[in-house]
């Protein structure tokens, strides 16, 4: 299944870029610009909005199955009520995308394409390359395509990460150069994470888990601090910082170990009625996002150390409090 799915994967990306070529048969214009265009150029981003000029509501929508905020709704879910430990083995998954995408972007340092080139209402920050939705995508979603192992839902999450890749290009906010790359990386960590399973889940069982999750929270905080010091981002209008990245693996480290050691809940499957289920997701994704809007003015995103607060407190509800909460009320 791993390779078909690599393959395959390729294959659909490679087949995207053939098709992009031709959409300008229609405009002499671009058609002289092909000619002379580059991966890093808006070219791609005009002619992709000439050729679809209807498609603006459907890409913000599809671009937002590629953020931060829809993942963490999925792998709470998850967690809450389908498999908690392979809703954690994909947190770590995804976890390891988002902060190789960061450090290549402030490693990289290319600036995304003119502001006057994005659609309005777009919402980026940080530099272009690579596209974390393209790279994360890949992960995220190949990651399920291999796991799920059903031709059609792995055909279904292929599309995905076309649609989400190509959505960033038609947003005006990547170049096609940062799409591309951000494919190719997300490919090639999917593999290497893939092939790396078995052996990293055979080291780490000779270990307490709660050292695994203690070494989490540890790392996210020496990443922060040398992340600050080695390279902040401080572009204007773009500003952005590693917060959200250590905090997120602080609160996961904690959180983990907490839930482990006070709640160590199974996923209620068939066990329970369904509408306990669901107001457990009901209310879960209220507290989640409550605390997350609530806590942004007082832990302010511009105050890095503050981000990390919030963005770890935030991880500590989704793995511990709100599971602590919904077992004492039997949800």
């Known amino acids: 299944m791993g390779r078909k799915f690599h393959f395959f994967l390729f294959l659909v990306l490679t087949l995207s870029l053939l098709s992009l070529s031709v959409r300008a048969k229609n405009s002499p214009e671009m058609v002289s610009r092909m000619a002379t265009t580059e991966l890093f150029d808006t070219y791609w981003t005009d002619i992709f909005r000439?050729?679809?000029p209807w498609a603006e509501s459907f890409f913000?929508?599809?671009?937002?199955?590629?953020?931060?905020?829809?993942?963490?709704?999925?792998?709470?879910?998850?967690?809450?009520?389908?498999d908690k430990r392979k809703s954690i083995r994909l947190t770590f998954?995804?976890?390891?995308?988002?902060?190789?995408?960061?450090?290549?972007?402030?490693t990289f340092r290319n600036l995304r394409?003119?502001?006057?080139n994005w659609l309005s209402g777009a919402d980026v920050s940080n530099y272009s390359l690579p596209s974390g939705h393209a790279q994360n995508?890949?992960?995220?979603?190949?990651?399920?395509?291999?796991k799920i192992k059903k031709w059609w839902i792995s055909f279904l999450f292929f599309g995905l990460i076309l649609l989400i890749g190509l959505s960033r290009i038609y947003l005006g906010v990547h170049w096609l150069g940062d799409v591309l790359a951000g494919w190719m990386v997300g490919l090639i960590l999917l593999s290497a994470i893939w092939r790396l399973?078995?052996?990293?889940?055979?080291?780490?069982?000779?270990?307490?888990?709660?050292?695994?999750?203690l070494g989490l929270a540890i790392f996210g905080l020496v990443a922060m601090v040398l992340t600050e010091l080695i390279s902040p981002v401080t572009i204007i209008g773009l500003e952005t910082n590693f917060g959200v990245n250590g905090g997120m693996m602080i609160g996961l480290g904690i959180g983990l170990l907490l839930e482990r050691r006070y709640v160590n809940f199974e996923a209620p499957g068939s066990k329970k009625a369904?509408?306990?289920?669901?107001?457990?997701?009901?209310?879960?994704?209220?507290?989640?996002?409550?605390?997350?809007?609530?806590?942004?003015?007082?832990?302010?995103?511009?105050?890095?150390?503050?981000?990390?607060?919030r963005y770890a407190l935030v991880t500590i509800i989704v793995t511990f409090v709100w599971p602590f909460l919904f077992e004492k009320l039997n949800l």
Do not use: H, Q
């Open 197 to 213: 399973e078995k052996p990293v889940e055979s080291f780490l069982s000779r270990f307490n888990p709660n050292l695994s999750y």
């Open 60 to 82: 913000r929508i599809i671009t937002e199955l590629g953020s931060d905020y829809f993942y963490t709704m999925l792998i709470a879910i998850g967690f809450w009520t389908v």
């Open 93 to 106: 998954v995804l976890v390891s995308s988002v902060v190789l995408n960061y450090w290549m972007k402030i």
């Open 113 to 116: 394409p003119p502001s006057a």
């Open 50 to 52: 000439l050729t679809l």
């Open 274 to 309: 369904k509408w306990r289920i669901i107001l457990r997701v009901i209310i879960g994704l209220v507290l989640v996002f409550g605390f997350t809007l609530g806590l942004s003015p007082i832990l302010l995103t511009e105050v890095y150390w503050l981000r990390a607060i």
């Open 137 to 146: 995508s890949v992960v995220l979603w190949g990651w399920l395509g291999i």
